[in-house]
């Protein structure tokens, strides 16, 4: 089968696709990459977003307008990835997350905007989507969905590897025959609203302006006692925690900063949280993937924070590291499709495994392959 997948992350820069061919081989799932690209949202859209999202107001009239706007944008880019990689047999798409409800350590509802039916539309294949949903319903917190591929990469490494994905929000993996993933906190979200803030373009490139700053110790041990860090896993987190309104709080208790070195702290603050997590769970081998990836003053602060740890892109594993959230929902949908569970309760927290997922169909000539026996084990990516 030949799914495409799609999401956008908390960064809410751009829509990743990536069309992969799966199929079942002696209970191990293989993957062939096919086709992977990043639409960037317009601009225009990309502000609504984030006008959006908290500590932003908006009303149910925007949040339809969103729904469609979101949803045509999926659509646009789900047929450019058809027209690039081929056609497809299925289409996961996770959306656009603007809120993710926890509270009291749990999670109670989440929202991905982004209407599917308008890919099914364009394309006239069955569309999986609203993933999260089923997962909280079963007491789980809906995140991080990508633990359960992870899991099935993980399984044929040796040592005590890991996962991590460095969006807006981190989260790490662990391997081992009872895995573990949650967010760890934030990866570039208050990176990204510093820079904005500062310079007024979405990211620091590179993370060549907070390279010219200094860590600032008081803002950091401010930043590093919030709570969040400290609460046992299953947790998950996003931008209703950190945002610039959160970042402007701290900020506010160390004025006279200069923009550098609060650049420079947020950095080390997402490279010390994460590393603190590595460290835990004695990992020996990290493969990273998401946009921080490609910032190398966080990738040598975690480096520096993890002498003896192997850090190696997800690329290494065959699984682009700017693609593999899309290869995973990719992963996700062939599930979904088969009648299979991919979702693992030692990582979500839920009650049990379930399978994720509302489908859309895609036209009366469409239909979805028989139920399949077994889950597999393991993943291999071919290449």
């Known amino acids: 089968m030949r799914v495409l997948g799609m999401i956008s992350g908390t960064s809410h820069d751009a829509i990743d696709t990536a069309i992969v061919d799966l199929r079942m081989s002696d209970g191990v799932l293989e993957a062939e990459v096919r086709h992977t690209a990043a639409v960037p949202y317009a601009t225009e859209l990309r502000v609504r977003i984030a006008a959006a999202l908290p500590p932003g107001r908006t009303g149910m009239d925007e949040v339809c307008r969103l729904d469609t706007a979101i949803g045509r944008a999926f659509a646009d880019a789900a047929a450019a990835a058809v027209a690039a990689g081929g056609p497809v047999d299925l289409v996961c798409s996770h959306g656009q997350t603007v809120f993710h409800w926890v509270e009291d350590r749990r999670a109670h509802g989440t929202l991905q905007l982004g209407q599917p039916a308008w890919i099914a539309e364009r394309l006239g294949v069955p569309v999986v989507a609203d993933l999260r949903a089923r997962d909280i319903a079963a007491g789980g917190q809906g995140a991080p969905l990508v633990s359960y591929p992870d899991s099935l990469l993980l399984a044929g490494l040796p040592g005590r590897p890991g996962a991590l994905n460095l969006g807006g929000i ?189 489908i859309v169909p895609g036209g009366p000539d469409t239909s979805l392959p028989p139920p399949a026996k077994q889950s597999p084990h393991a993943l291999r990516v071919l290449r």
């Not at 990582?347 to 994720?356: D, F, I, M």
């Open 170 to 358: 981190a989260n790490l993996t662990t391997g081992g025959p009872r895995p573990l993933a949650y967010d760890t906190g934030p990866a570039n979200a208050l990176i990204d609203a510093a820079a904005l803030a500062a310079t007024g373009r979405p990211y620091d490139r590179d993370g060549a302006f907070a390279a010219t700053g200094r860590t600032h110790p008081g803002l950091l041990a401010d930043l590093l006692a919030e709570p969040y860090y400290r609460r046992e896993p299953p947790k998950s987190t996003g931008k209703e925690l950190f945002h610039s309104g959160y970042l402007d709080a701290h900020l506010a208790r160390h004025p006279g900063l200069a923009d550098a070195d609060v650049l420079r702290t947020l950095t080390e603050l997402t490279a010390r949280t994460v590393a603190a997590e590595v460290r835990a769970h004695r990992i020996d081998t990290l493969l990273v993937s998401g946009g921080g990836v490609r910032n190398p003053l966080l990738m040598a602060e975690l480096a520096a924070l993890l002498p003896g740890v192997r850090i190696a892109p997800s690329d290494e594993a065959g699984l682009p590291a700017d693609a593999k959230e899309a290869i995973a929902f990719a992963i996700l949908g062939w599930h979904t499709a088969h009648g299979l569970p991919s979702t693992l309760p030692s990582c979500t927290g839920a009650r049990g495994p379930r399978v994720l997922g509302t």
